[in-house]
């Protein structure tokens, strides 16, 4: 494996971690709630992330 493809899961597993603690701290509201009508909610973005697997 290259290490460009090394350094980038690394980067994705932290990122990981990242979004995961980050959703720990906030509830069900938040999660779907869209801060303007133009942008997409966090559960919005992480359905579609999941679906990218």
């Known amino acids: 494996m290259s290490v460009f493809l090394m350094e980038s899961n690394k980067l994705l597993d932290t990122y990981?971690?990242?979004?995961?603690?980050?959703?720990?701290?906030i509830?069900?509201?938040?999660?779907?709630?869209?801060?303007?009508?133009?942008t997409n909610s966090i559960g919005n973005l992480c359905l579609h992330l999941a679906g990218n697997e």
């Open 16 to 25: 990981g971690n990242w979004i995961e603690r980050s959703m720990d701290k």
């Open 27 to 38: 509830d069900e509201a938040q999660l779907w709630a869209r801060m303007r009508q133009d």
